[in-house]
């Protein structure tokens, strides 16, 4: 953490020198060395702390680089705030560890990895039974949607926004849980594995198969590139949670897979290059788009808390942050005030905000320290849950909080319903396949 706070000092006056990119390169640098250390002490690729660190502290250095127009000098507040965040984070996180952690990490990852084999062909069953009923269900909602709305985006080409229209509004949770489908196949085609039967020779592993197709199908024809994305990354996550691995070559083919994807569902969004620029307004014009996109959905975010900081009114006192509970519970259509906060954000467009925004909204200063001590001593919990797994099915929920990590500078996570409704149908399947 000393280099932490060293690296955040020199960052800070870089920045305030104008001399961004260096002032980035030391966050990142900074960024790689917590991730370094967290995996060095625990042979864990998916380390939630070291997660959150690479990718919320490696996401502000990007940021740094004011790439864009519409990035701007950032107010003290939001550095001090962005800081104590993660410091908050990381310290409980360690505090905890140094009190309740008797053995070394590693050795608990070997006990572990021994006692959640998961051989047994009850649970196998009642993976594959779960695996069926969500996606039986998340296709018939979608058909509904489709019927109810009278298009499906995919086929909506020349219609920018189709995606985000096609909603029913608690119809729409149900639809998109097809993305615990491929996490909950890796973890059945592991236990298979383990079991010593041939996957090709199992009907069970054909019929994950196809289950995959279709749960897959339904982000494509919602063109989601977001959806695709999780369902993708926790899949992986849920094998490397498994395994403790993750060879680069299928890395390798995961990426070959997924870019193609991602373009043609761009294009299928009807957002050409010149829209995009045009956003995004990128000081050097001739950028080309496969930089400027990702680039800009990472490092405009901070600069939307920026704006959260500088332009926030008053705080909203916990009601943003409970936005789930107005939302699960349907009080936001009885009571709209609950709900009806302006967001802060450098462009119309651009909506997508860090994991700590509603944090500041609602609170300030002390809402990030807060939630920087509360998420740090969750993801610690969640650490030692993961060690001592009897039931493989709690992969699925360890992966879904690291894909969340790793999307730290997406979007507030935590505060956005159909997270909680995601771990509630986890829960569920755990219990299930548990009993």
Known sequence: MLVYLICYIVSFIL?????????????????LWLYIKDYMRTGNLIHLRGLFCLFFVGGQGISCFKLSRLQTDWALMTWISLFLAVVFFWTVFEILTRL????????????????????SPLQAKRLLISMSVITAVSLLAFLFEAWRLGFVPMFSYGVPHAYSEFHISGVHYFTVSCVLVPSLSVVYSVMTARRGRGLTRDRGFWL???LDVVALSIPLLCVSRFQLILAAGMAVFTYISMTGSFSLIHAGILIVLLIPAYLILTVLRSHSVEYLNGIFEMKNSHMPIFITQPYIYIANNYDNFNCLVEQLGRHSFGLKGLFPLWALTGLKFLFPSLVNFPLYVTKEELTTVTLFYDAYYDFGVFGMIFFGTLLGAACYGLVRFRKKLTCPAGHIIYAQIAMYMVLSFFTTWFSNPTTWFYLILSGLVYFYVDA
Request: net charge negative; charged share 15%; proline share 0%.
């Open 15 to 31: 920045a305030w020198q104008h001399i961004y990119v260096l002032s980035g390169l030391v966050l990142l640098g900074a960024a």
């Open 100 to 119: 309740f952690d008797g053995w070394s990490e590693k050795d608990m990852q070997s006990v572990y990895r021994f006692f959640s084999s998961g051989e």
């Open 208 to 210: 994950a198969v196809v």
